[in-house]
């Protein structure tokens, strides 16, 4: 048997607003090191609801979910934030870069907040990341300031910061032309390959599902296959 | 976990620096309030000083004095027959006695001693008449020991074109009252007439006018060292009327003035019952003070929280995304903190150096008054003190200005706002 980094066993949430939902139907869910793993399934099938279940984010489920062997279940809210710092990157379908800073500090911050490397080494770090990304020349503008397809590269490139053991996406590619969305698929798969981290991606693109290395279909808040 | 961390501080400065208007016009709200706090405090105080001082500093913290009135043990009550039955007098006139203030010496000496006394002088008080050709003018003189009047009681103070060294050389000198001297159309190295009221005369020189502001006592009162009036009394050196103590302690002096009344038998009045009234009026205008420098504050507390309310919604992706990449709630509360203390500092800076350089101004600017000639520009207290409170207080308000919304940041859920976009 493979290492397994993400271990879920019988995820269940519920909704309660406006009416009691079960959204989640007891799922069990394993990802192995270096697996390039896509979620897919029709609006409102709880694909979304459990990425940020896995995530650590959202707390309220039953269930329990082990990263790295370590469960995960009654930690609490800081110490969930110092496990996703250092464990899980992100990416999204908006590239949630903060406006107000260069693109070479948004990649900076999560390694600065994780704090264990100075703060020449997180630069040089962020300008290895950045390079991998082909956006190493717009390290010192603003956020603002550079096209949509290069946002979303910085924003993987923050993902990638502190080398996390898994990376989460929500429809990474869905506001990107297939150019850019192929050229995304292209970085993660040379990820997954050269540095054994895993990818759970959650995407309506069959095209980009297709290319990765497991598909993971949901309805009705189970999993069918 | 330190309150200080330069990650979260970096993060607050940016976003201050990045919404500069707005950020600067919220510390305004605190330049404001805290310098209006600084002017209002310290003119007010100034002022109260200068009040206090008028009165205040110019009394005598006691004053031992001699009253006429009548006996009060009647002598009917010695005799024996009626000792039990009950008493009724009609018309019972003063007592006869004289105004010398009895065992003043031994007083003056016990009271030398005491170590809460800072001062004590001597004052001969006489009524006279000024002379001037075929007029008398009633009049009051008071025979004072020159320079301890100056030191314990700022006597210098009320004195026009003259020092008090100039009366205290002189046992032939006279310092005038201003209005006396305007009656008698008399000027300074002139020399005046004055009759005592047992017929005695002096010719004396006038080295000063005395000037107090109130009309009414510059044209009766006139001053002179205590052996010129002892001699227009026609007594000898032991002879005054009163005894004017200064404490250590104003606070003492009640309970100083009881123990004279019932140890010595004499009568004695403290400064806090002979002018009731300025106590009162001193602390109402601190009061007034305080209660417009703390509207003026919550004003500049409300603008805080304004501001960073607006800032926290229209951060909310930021927030969301910081928290999804690993920033605690703490952390995230940390930073919109950080900006609210960040303007409480550098707002209130900038009110002290405002609220100096006004006060500065105010002390600068000419204030004349009949009532102090001394006096020419308007008072003002400089106590660092008060640049400390303002400082202390706007780091209060903007801490819980922002301790509000900062908790609400630190409190969003960032899946809510993830999955929304």
């Not at chain 2, 930021?318 to 999804?324: F, G, N, R, V, Y």
Request: with cysteine; proline share 3%.
């Amino acid at each position: 048997m493979t290492h397994s980094i993400l271990e879920a066993r019988g995820i269940r949430k519920k909704f309660f607003d406006p009416v009691e939902v079960e959204i989640l139907r007891g799922l069990d869910l394993s990802i192995q090191a270096g697996e390039f793993v896509s979620i897919m399934g029709k609006s409102g099938c709880g694909k979304s609801t459990l990425l940020y279940v896995l995530s650590t984010m959202d707390t309220q489920y039953e269930g329990d979910l082990l990263l790295a062997g370590q469960s995960l279940k009654g930690l609490k809210a800081a110490e969930l934030a110092r496990i996703r710092n250092q464990h899980i990157g992100f990416v999204f379908q908006f590239h949630y870069l903060l406006p107000e800073f260069s693109v070479l500090r948004n990649v900076m911050l999560p390694a600065l907040k994780l704090g264990l490397k100075s703060k020449e080494e997180i630069e040089h770090d962020a300008m290895e990341k950045l390079r991998l990304l082909d956006v190493d020349e717009q390290a010192l503008k603003r956020a603002t300031q550079i096209s949509g397809g290069q946002k979303q590269r910085v924003a993987i490139a923050r993902a990638l910061i502190n080398n996390p053991d898994i990376i989460m996406g929500d429809e990474p590619t869905g506001n990107l032309d297939s150019k850019n969305a192929q050229r995304v698929f292209d970085i993660f798969r040379e990820i997954t390959q050269t540095q054994q981290q895993s990818l759970l991606i959650v995407t309506h693109d069959t095209d980009f599902a297709q290319k990765t290395d497991r598909i993971i279909e949901m309805a009705d808040g189970m999993i069918i296959s | 976990m330190s309150l200080y961390n330069p990650l979260l501080l970096g993060i607050a400065k940016t976003h201050l620096l990045a919404r500069k208007k707005q950020s600067a016009i919220a510390a305004l709200g605190v330049t404001f309030g805290i310098g209006v706090f600084i002017i209002l405090v310290s003119f007010m105080t100034g002022l109260n000083g200068l009040l206090d001082g008028l009165i205040l500093n110019r009394t005598p913290h006691v004053r031992i004095y001699n009253e006429i009135k009548q006996s009060e043990r009647q002598p009917i009550e010695d005799f024996a027959p009626y000792a039990d039955k009950a008493h009724i007098i009609h018309s019972i006139k003063p007592k006869n006695s004289q105004l010398k203030l009895r065992n003043g010496l031994a007083i003056r000496a016990e009271l030398r001693k005491d170590p809460r006394v800072k001062g004590i002088t001597p004052q001969v008080s006489t009524r006279i008449f000024y002379q001037a050709g075929a007029v008398q003018l009633n009049g009051s003189l008071a025979g004072m020991d020159v320079l301890e009047e100056a030191r314990l009681f700022n006597f210098q103070q009320y004195i026009v074109g003259g020092k008090p060294e100039d009366l205290a050389s002189n046992e032939n000198a006279i310092v005038l009252g201003a209005g006396v001297a305007k009656n008698l159309s008399l000027q300074i190295g002139d020399y005046v007439q004055i009759v005592s009221i047992n017929g005695s005369r002096e010719r004396l020189k006038i080295v000063g006018l005395f000037q107090s502001g109130l009309a009414d006592i510059d044209k009766v009162f006139s001053y002179c060292n205590i052996g010129t009036a002892q001699r227009l009394s026609g007594e000898g050196g032991d002879y005054f009327t009163d005894l004017h103590l200064k404490l250590h302690d104003i606070e003492a002096a009640a309970g100083m003035a009881e123990e004279l009344r019932s140890s010595w038998g004499v009568n004695a009045i403290d400064i806090k019952t002979a002018n009731a009234q300025f106590e009162t009026g001193t602390s109402i205008r601190n009061m007034i003070t305080y209660a417009v420098s703390v509207a003026l504050l919550i004003v500049a507390g409300f603008g805080i929280y304004n501001i960073l309310n607006m800032l926290i919604y229209e951060k909310m992706p930021d927030i969301a995304i910081l928290k999804a990449t690993g920033f605690s709630a703490l952390d995230v509360q940390r930073i919109f903190l950080y900006q609210a203390i960040l303007i409480g500092v550098i707002g209130a800076s900038m009110g002290l150096i405002f609220g100096f350089l006004a006060s500065y101004g105010i002390s600068q600017a000419p204030f004349e008054t009949e009532a102090l000639p001394t006096i020419k520009t308007f008072p003002v207290n400089f106590n660092p003190q008060f640049y400390v409170i303002g400082i202390v207080f706007a780091l209060i308000t903007t801490f819980f200005a922002g301790y509000m919304p900062s908790r609400k940041a630190g409190r969003i859920d960032p899946v809510d706002i993830l999955r929304g976009q």
